[in-house]
């Protein structure tokens, strides 16, 4: 099972529920694919093995963890050196404030998704952390105004 053309409309059906509710019970899951339980179990297997599903997760309320705020952030560096590459990306990596960390072709070079407490704490992470980094050569921020869809 190495790409999407392995997958069977019931395997898409399966991945579908399971992106919906990954904790939906396997007697549930079978009755809305059509299966009984044991093939339906079978096929969730084969696709956890197999590296299609690669985990399962849940989903936090920001605001309930103290990151209300949200900011996508473009960020353009100077080097292009391994060396300072890499201690770019190991340090941003390990800043908890950075949920998400992208490489990205063109410009920006990286796309990072920020989530913070409010604008106090954004304004902190910026001045102490990113933009102190000695590659950083343009940072740019956004706000979100709506958020229309998230799928994990």
């Known amino acids: 099972m190495g790409n999407e053309s392995d997958l069977d409309a019931v395997d898409r059906e399966i991945l579908f529920h399971l992106r919906q509710d990954g904790r939906l019970p396997n007697v549930e899951l079978a009755k809305r694919v059509g299966l009984t339980p044991p093939p339906c ?11 299609v599903i690669a985990g399962y997760r849940a989903v936090i309320d920001p605001g309930a963890v103290g990151r209300a705020l949200e900011v996508l952030v473009d960020v353009e560096i100077y080097a292009q050196d391994r060396g300072t590459v ?3 990306e190991t ?4 800043y908890e404030e950075v949920v998400e960390f992208r490489r990205m072709y063109g410009r920006p070079d990286y796309f990072l998704r920020v989530a913070v407490a409010d604008h106090a704490a954004y304004e902190a992470f910026m001045m102490s952390k990113l933009s102190g980094l000695p590659a950083v050569l343009r940072l740019e921020s956004h706000l979100t105004m709506k958020t229309i869809k998230v799928d994990g």
């Open 91 to 94: 340090t941003v990596a390990s």
């Open 41 to 51: 179990l079978r096929r969730v297997k084969r696709l956890e093995e197999s590296g």
């Open 86 to 88: 890499e201690e770019f």
